[in-house]
């Protein structure tokens, strides 16, 4: 075989840069992909005991996706949806603390379409949507500290530990659980909407801009009763924001997990005082 002149191969050689520069140019760089996923798995508890196929799979089921266990294009645009900032996949039991939970709004948005008025009712209006048997959030009126639950409007970046505008811009609101008390953090810069303002502003063909508050704060409720994500797509714990959401409550299997939250609550002050019991008695004998 007879092989090209130096002036060809030269000429072949650079034609292949630029074949190879444009491919890279045009296609995404499935590598940086993966790792965005990667954090996005991590960051919601998927891959503290599965592997990344299983991860995948087990995120897909929570998005009511086919379970392919590979990152195809509807899982990457699932990662992408605005959603609540809590683990899907959560470390240890989660339990409600109180029959009764008392809610204070510490912090308003500075700028909202809401007024206060209307988000203190919108909260009411979730908190009486969870009304069940054996837990109940009520509003604190009085300024006695005895809160369960407070409720912070402010800037992600500014309130959140760790939070990065980069990385964490799907998260619309954020429970944590501190000192026997759960903290919502909602983020200040969204824009806030309840019915009134969204009829006002269905005209103006924004409406899809806006986020339905109640269906955030119902979720988030959840969370402070000891409710985890659920894949069920008519539970009030999908941990995804929808579109906005007519006749919204919690679904039946909420409010069966809502009591089997209570029962372990119960199991676990149960543990406690049987070892407390069995060390007093070893502590008899030795005595
Ligand atoms: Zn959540």
Redesign the pocket.
Known sequence: MQLPDTAVLTKMIKQAVILLTSVLLVCPNPLQEDSKATQYLAKYGYLNTMDLTAGVKSFQKMSGLTETGSLDDDTVAQMGLPR?G?NDIPEGITTNKKDVMRYAVIKYPESSLLSNDNIDNVILTAANLWKNDHVEIVKNLDDDHSNVIEIVFCDFTECLVGFSAENDMEELAR?VDKDGKTTLYLDSAQSWADDSTLSQLSYGGVMHLQIQLLQVIL??FG?AMGLE?SDRMTSA?V?FYMEWVNGLQPDKEDFTMIVMSGQSRVRSACWQLFVLSFSVLVLTHAL
């Open positions: 609540c809590a429970p979720h988030q969370h994500h714990m941990p």
